[in-house]
Structure formats: C-alpha cells, structure tokens
C-alpha cells in the first residue's frame, strides 16, 4: 500500500518546526510502524536528505524509547502497544498519517520526533527508589510476599517510562508515572518504610520540572502500552495526603 | 602481551574467600580520590555505577540511550538462575556451577564460573531487597521455573519481564546514587575512544549525541559494561543501538579481544518476514517449559497445523534427546531447527521455521494457567504476527541473540590493560562456548554488584595513583583521532546507505559464520570483507553534520567498528579448529552430527592482539585447566 505521511520536522530543539510531507511506497503489512519510518529514511539518505529523526532501540515494547504521535494519538492509539509494536496491518492504502513528538513543556524538543524526557529521571532521583546499598540483605524468602500484592506492585512496575501518559494527557501531567513508581513500591514491605517521604519528594519533583495538574480524564490510561491503571493514581493521592498529615 | 588470568590458588570454592581476603582495601576515606569511569547503563554497568557510588567513589557513567533505564538489559524475558535450592529438588552451588561449565562445552574459565554460581544467591536477596516484584506462590514465598537446559528449578522470574524489572532495581539505585552526588550520569553520550596514560586506562573521548560536541573525560579507571556484538549480522534480537564500537576500539588500543566466534544462536524468534525487517524479536525460552517443537514428518507439506495428524507429526527434540525433550540447550535446539528446515520440512512461507505447539499444555492445565505464565509472550507474537497462538501453534525460527566471547578479563575482570575493567556481555569470562538461558542477568548482576567493587579497590590500592588531566597530549591525541574519523565518515559523500552495507555485511557472516561454519566459506568470507570494507570508505553516504543531533553519523560510526570485527570474528571462527559450543565448524561433527570438541589441541581462550587494520592479529592462547570438572563429551539424549 501507498500513504501519505505528514511529518513534524524541527532541526535544532529551538528553532520553529512544521509538517513536511512525504510519501511512503510499496508499505507491507507485516512492517512495523517504525520499519515503515525506515524505509522512509532510506530513500532520504539515498536522495541526500536529512533523514527524519526519531527515538527507538528495544524494538519490541519494553525499553520505552519509541515516542510517537500518530494521527493525534501517542503510540498510535492501539491497546497495551508501543509505537514499535504498531504494525501497518492497521493501516489502509491512500491513508494520510500525521506524526508527530510527544508534546509537553517539561519534554523539550530536541530534533523532529525526539524529545528530552530526563525529567523522568530526575523525579525518580528525587525518591522512586529504596534506600538498600549493596550487601548485607537479608535472604530473599525471610519474608513472604502475599501474591496479591506482588501481583498488583507488578501490574505498576511494568512501567516502561515512556511519556505517553503526558503526551496524551491535556495538562501533560506526569501522576501516572509517577504513581506507577509509588505504587509498585509502595504496595511492597521493602518499599513501605519510606512511603511518606517517597510520595512527598516525587510530587514535589514531578510539579517542579513544570507537569501540569490532573483532572482524572483517564487519556492517560487509554494510551499506556503497559495498561497502567488509572487507580494507582488514586492510592498516590491516598500516600500524598496521609504523609502531608503526617501519618 | 602476556596474559595472566590471576587465578587465586586454593580449592576452587575457597578461591573467592581467599582472594576476597588477600585483596588490599581503600580505605572508606580515600574513596572519594578516586574517579571511576563505567561506560554503559545495563545490568553490569547500572549494578557498578550505583555500588561504586554507595561505596565512596566518585563514578561518571555514560549510556547512548536518553535514559540509563532503557539499556538492552531490559528486553530479558525468562528469568535469572540462582543457587537458591528454594525448591529442594537438589540444586546447589556446585550443580550450577557444573550446569554452567557442561553447558558452555568446557571453554569457560573454571573459577570464574565457580564464583559466578557462588554469588547468584547474592543477587536474589539484593534485588527482593530493591522492591524487585519476582513471581510468588500463595504461600508468600518466592516462584521458581526450569529453564532450557536445567533439570532443577532454579529460575526467578517477573512475568516475562525479568530483565526490566532488575534493570529497573538497578536503576534505581543509580538515581539514588545520582541524587547523592556520587554518580554523575551522562545520557545520550557515546564512547568513542579509550585513552592510554603511561599504558593504562585512564580516561574516555565522547561525543554528545546532541550537540556532537567531542570531550574527553579522566579518571583513575574505565569500566566498559557495553554489552555483546550480536548486531553485527545485522539481524540480532539485540536492540537497534547495541553495538561493538566501545569493545572493539579498546581492542584497537591493545586490549586482548577473546573467543568472538563464540556467538549464541536463540532457538525461539519470530520468523523474518522480510528485507524491511529491522530486527528480530526473541519468544521467552521458558516457552519450551511448555511448548513443543514439531514439523511435519512430510518434506514441503503445505497443510495446516492442526491438519497434520498426530503420526504424521515429528517432535524431532523429544525424539533424539528424550531425557531433555523440548528444554535441550540453546545450540542444540537451533541446530535441529536448521536441520529439519534445511530437510525442506520447514513451516510458514518462508520455510525458515518450525512450531512450538501448546495445545497440549493447554489441555493438562487449562488456557488460564498458559496465560498466567505466558501471558505477555503470546500477546507480543500476536501483535508482529497477527496469529493467536492459544488456537494455532507458534512459528519459530533461531536467531543471533547472545555472544559469549568479549575483552579478555583475568578473574578481577581487568583487561590485559591495567584500569580497564570489562564487565557483562562485553567480556568474555564465565559462559565458555554456549551460554545457559537464565545465566545472563545472573553474570551482569554479579559482575557489578559483587565483583567489581572489591577487585577496583584491589587494583586502587596496588598501584600508584595517576591523576591525568585532560589537558594531556594522549587525550588531545585521542580527541584529534575520533574527529578525524568522525570527519571521514561524513567528506565520503558516496551513493550507498549505512543500512545497505551492515545489511550485505549481516547476511554475509549470516550465511559463512552463523549457525555453521566450514572453512571454505569462512575464507570466502574473509576474501569479501576487506572488500566491502573498501567500498564502504569509498562509496558511503552519511547526511548531515557532525555538530548537530545525528542519528546517520552514529550509526555509520559503529557499521564502521562492524566492518573491521567481522574479520576477527571470521578469523577466530577460522583459527578454532574444531565444534564447540555455539561454534559449530561442520567438518567437525560425531556421527551423530553433534559439535565435536578437540580437547587435546584446542583447549583454549583464543585472544587476539590487534596488529593494524589491513593486518592479520595476532593469537594469545590461555590455557584452559580444569582442576575439578571433567570434561566429557556433551550429551542430552
């Protein structure tokens, strides 16, 4: 099939952008979106022309590197999968696709579809961790783990750190991530010492870096490749509240 | 060059204590005079960083990724293997010593191995310590799975995403170490060069993905955590970044590259679908847990799956090594994956596949249970091929996954370099000739968070401290020669894409230096190489330029490292006259078509010494002595 792409192209992270379009010929249904962005840049590079620039590694929906917008949806727009995992079998012959960045003032633009997302990063800095050095651990099975909730604390950890919940969500608000963080290791006993601190440094992180506020529309959610359920949010709050009361 | 692989003296499982015990320590107040550099963020290199951190070092590290969380580590589905025996099924430190000696066909490094089964107990109580949430039973304890090549169970697990979940453990505690001020973190930074001060490690040139400004860094050592070179076939399950160029110009700088035709072929991937295909995605292993591998007895039998009775049926792994069935070692699976394919028994459209079939798993524990385990994975093979694998048998086909071989290490992880540590698939010292499934979180892990910080104090305490500036003439030397590179790639101006050479070149070791290899064909290969690498500084195209964001000139730079490793990895493939392994040399087989090692002559490490790029390297050979295995023949029948 033939399509018609419409490209954000930005050369430097602060000169203006805007969509250029291209053309994408002979796509096969078996490619993924990404092999489709490949074929593409081939025929740039061939031609002499600044391939388009964008972020991928993993390629198979876990290292959370892909980030693009397609047709005004982060990653595409289908259930539980990454940009990388989108494959053209979803697409049509003729069909115009626009793609563009993640969009939010705390992921700078740095070149066409890439972002900078180190805000991620810090916030996990400020507490998305526990505080064990190496050594000196107790064994692994000296305490027992309800399965219930390590099966909850996982749901959350599968967090990829990807950006799609800000992208999607209309203030850019990072509380998914975030809560996904608090609520993986929140729910366990090795994370719950440090709950309260842990809440009240990430949100404090998380507002500084410039995310906006949440109003629980659930985009969010909708476009998570990992499913990330919008709850978490609810319990971060719970963890939020109690520690600025000093519970 | 001499290479001596320090082995401490003793018992082999009292030679970690003791040396443990002998080595000299840096005193908790001087640790903060030393600098360390760690180049890559994976499990190896995140584990280092933070605990040289926690430790008092003051540690940079550096990654190409945007974020340290998302190295290649993360893609790790099956599991991490430890000498827990939680299971009481008869698991000890010695069984997985042993498993992880048989298992790499007896061209590991006896006490490095050893210790690597020593700290896998380790490793598990610091990761449950980091909030790592791995799979429980009802009871509250921790789940345990077999896994390819394992009798025991001894495989922990969180869901198919074991890898993220220990990558993401380690990273955290890096950004705990980040926040504290001890770990400086350079993402979007690659290493290009490795500079020498008076013939040791002291320091780095970089490039800023970003800017593409080229700096150099000092310390007191470098610690290369850079994973394997799967990528130079160009089709790998590795990811689209990982690359060689960090390894491969310290081998440049003299540092002793061993074993690299030692590459592991994964028997479970998702067949190619065609030339666009960018890379190859690997199905969990623990897939064979439950799975069965068949083809059809018929050669070209078009049929569907579940149009193939039952006696016409040929589940060729549990038919010619029935005490391990479906769960034989990663080289022997793919090796009869290629086998019936090239009978022409092959299935899918290609003919390059054959079927993992859970029906009857399905029948004995029900589709839930299935999902439970496997949830993710069928999920995944859903999504790139359209198929529900509940109702129809997989399709799989073996792909590059895993390479044993690296920079030489002696049993303190130093290369033949003094201050240049290698850690993790980048070196080569624990898995021999094959890799077990589940060994290489353990390996990464244990280098980083168990090994390294005692032998890095070790070598601190035991040499006189060389505070190098930047300003030195070796680093402007070795800025000067990166540049000079960087500029050469992009003044070519040629017709041909980056893609277009790593694709000829991938396909070429593919076909002469994959999953068998013979001496004709490696000659071929190493007549067309030099010529391709011709071509590529004649006839290359890179866009853009070198102060800017430049995803072409990165990536031209490492297809660049490919085409001169390809050569030494033929070369070694060449050299290593006998079947080892996943090094299976075809004039080299038992009647039975089964790798035929050659103890007497080739009980070895192959490390070479790089002599110039046009120039033949030079063989280094470590003996390999076995003081408490016997080396026998392997066998899974």
């Known amino acids: 099939m033939n399509l018609c792409l419409k490209v954000w192209r930005q050369k430097y992270g602060k000169t203006p952008g805007a969509f250029r379009e291209y053309r994408a010929k002979n796509v096969i249904p078996d490619m993924s979106f990404l092999e489709m962005l490949d074929v593409v840049n081939e ?72 972002v900078d997302r180190s805000a991620f990063d810090r916030i996990i800095q400020a507490g998305g961790f526990v505080s064990v050095s190496t050594g000196g651990t107790p ?109 | 060059m001499h290479l001596d692989a320090k082995i401490p003296s003793g018992p082999l499982e009292k030679k970690w204590d003791r040396h443990r015990l002998e080595m000299k ?169 490795l500079v020498l001060v008076e013939d040791q490690a002291k320091g780095i040139v970089v490039r800023d993905l970003i800017s593409g400004e080229i700096t150099s860094h000092a310390a007191d050592a470098v610690v290369l955590a850079t994973g394997g070179y799967s990528n130079v076939f160009y089709l790998s399950t590795n990811a689209r970044g990982c690359n060689v160029t960090a390894a491969y110009r310290a081998y440049k700088k003299g540092a002793a590259f061993a074993n690299p035709c030692y590459t592991q072929i994964h028997p479970t991937c998702i067949p190619v679908s065609g030339e666009h295909q960018s890379k190859l995605t690997l199905m969990s292993e623990s897939l064979r847990n439950d799975g069965r591998v068949w083809v059809s007895k018929k050669r070209g039998d078009k049929r569907q799956p579940h149009q193939i009775p039952e006696p016409e049926r040929d589940y060729y792994l549990e038919r010619k090594y029935p005490s391990f069935g479906n769960l034989a070692p990663r080289d022997i699976s793919s090796r009869a994956a290629k086998e019936v394919c090239d009978e022409g028994r092959g299935v899918g459209p290609s003919g390059l596949g054959v079927y993992l079939d859970f029906a009857d798993a399905i029948k004995r524990l029900s589709e839930d249970r ?75 892990l244990a280098d980083g968070y168990f090994v390294l910080p005692y032998t890095i104090g070790n070598y601190f305490a035991s040499t006189k401290p060389l505070k190098p500036a930047v300003s030195r003439p070796e680093f402007k030397a070795a800025e000067e020669e990166t540049r000079n590179l960087t500029n050469r790639l992009l003044s070519i101006r040629g017709k041909r894409t980056t893609t277009s050479f790593h694709r000829e070149l991938g396909k070429l070791l593919w076909d002469k230096c994959g999953m068998a290899r013979n001496e004709a064909g490696l000659e071929e290969a190493l007549k067309r190489i030099p010529a391709l690498r011709q071509e590529f500084w004649e006839n290359l195209t890179v866009t853009g330029e070198n102060g800017e964001f430049n995803q072409a000139l990165e990536y031209a730079g490492r297809v660049a490292d490919y085409m001169e490793f390809a050569e030494l990895l033929c070369t070694d493939a060449l050299s290593r006259r006998e079947s080892c392994g996943g090094h299976f040399r075809t004039e080299f087989q038992t009647d039975e078509g ?44």
């Not at chain 2, 790592?132 to 039973?137: D, I, L």
């Not at chain 2, 496997?374 to 995944?380: I, K, Q, R, T």
């Open chain 2, 370 to 444: 299935i999902r439970e385990r496997y949830g993710n994975l069928f999920e995944m093979y859903e999504t790139i091929t359209g198929e529900n694998a509940y109702k129809t048998p997989m399709r799989i086909f073996p792909a590059l996954h895993y390479t044993m071989g690296g920079l030489w290490v002696d049993y303190n992880l130093m290369s033949n370099l003094p201050g240049l540590f290698v850690l993790g698939e980048a070196n080569f010292s624990d898995h021999g000739a094959n890799r077990l499934g589940a060994s290489a979180l353990m390996q990464g």
């Open chain 2, 594 to 637: 089964e790798a035929r090692r050659d103890d007497e002559n080739f009980s070895f490490v192959s490390a070479w010494e790089f002599q110039g790029v046009d120039k033949a390297p030079v063989l280094h050979k470590e003996p390999l002595v076995y003081e408490e295995v016997k080396m026998t023949q392997r066998s899974y029948k």
């Open chain 1, 43 to 114: 025929d740039l590079a061939e031609r002499g022309e600044d391939p388009i620039a964008f972020d991928s590694d993993c390629r198979e929906g876990i290292c959370g590197a892909c980030s693009l917008v397609i047709n005004g949806v982060p990653h595409g727009g289908h259930e539980g999968t990454a940009t990388c995992q989108l494959h053209m079998r979803h697409f049509h012959d003729g069909q115009t696709i626009m793609i563009e960045p993640w969009r939010a003032r705390a992921f700078p633009p740095v070149k066409d579809l890439v």
């Open chain 2, 25 to 193: 320590l840096v005193n908790p107040a001087n640790k903060r005079k030393f600098d360390v550099i760690v180049v890559g963020s994976g499990l190896a290199g995140a584990s280092a960083a933070a605990t040289l951190g926690e430790l008092g070092y003051k540690v940079q590290c550096f990654c190409f990724q945007d974020s340290p969380r998302r190295a290649h580590s993360i893609a790790a589905q099956g599991g991490i293997n430890a000498a827990k025996n939680y299971q009481n099924d008869g698991d000890s430190i010695y069984r997985l010593f042993h498993d992880t000696i048989k298992g790499g066909d007896f061209r590991g490094r006896e006490a490095n191995t050893y210790r690597l089964a020593q700290l896998s107990v380790n490793i598990i109580d610091q990761c449950v310590a980091q909030g790592v949430p791995f799979a429980r039973e009802y009871g509250g304890l921790l789940a345990n799975r077999s896994f390819g090549g394992a009798q025991v169970s001894r495989t922990f697990y969180a869901r198919g995403q074991t890898g993220q979940q220990l990558l993401v453990g380690a990273y955290q505690a890096l950004c705990r170490q980040i926040a504290a001020g001890t770990v400086r973190m350079y993402p979007r930074t690659e290493m290009l060069n």
């Open chain 1, 139 to 247: 064994d692994a099975n000296a305490l027992p783990i309800p399965k219930v909730d390590q099966e909850l604390a996982m749901d959350a950890a599968a967090c990829i750190g990807c950006g799609a919940c800000v992208a999607a969500c209309k203030n850019a608000s990072a509380m998914l991530f975030v809560s996904a963080k608090i609520g993986h290791l929140g729910l366990l006993p090795q994370g719950k010492v440090e709950k309260n601190r842990r809440a009240l440094n990430m949100v404090e992180a998380m507002d500084a870096e410039g995310f906006g506020s949440c109003s629980v529309t659930g985009s969010c959610e909708a476009v998570c490749p990992k499913k990330i359920n919008l709850s978490f949010i609810s319990k971060m709050n719970g963890d939020y509240l109690l520690a600025t009361l000093g519970f």
